[in-house]
């Protein structure tokens, strides 16, 4: 698991996947899918907040 400063897009977008793909399993035990939860919500948050920012930039660019 990557410190969120050192994450990129693709990562986040690849270890959500993982996560995913884990849960489909079903084999995880209560404490270890509350964490996975938890993580997937922060690169959620993670990759919303990247996509904004992206979008401002490409928006400001566009006018100037």
């Given amino acids: 698991m990557k ?3 050192q ?6 977008i690849q270890e959500l996947e993982n996560i995913v ?3 489909e399993r079903d084999n995880q ?3 270890t899918l509350c964490q996975r939860l938890m993580r997937a919500t922060e ?4 990759c919303r907040n990247r996509l904004t920012e992206v979008s401002n930039k490409v928006k400001q660019t566009l006018e100037e």
């Fill in 3 to 5: 410190n969120n400063e």
């Fill in 7 to 12: 994450l990129t897009y693709k990562q986040a």
């Fill in 21 to 23: 793909q884990d849960l």
């Fill in 29 to 31: 035990d209560i404490d």
């Fill in 43 to 46: 690169l959620v948050d993670f």
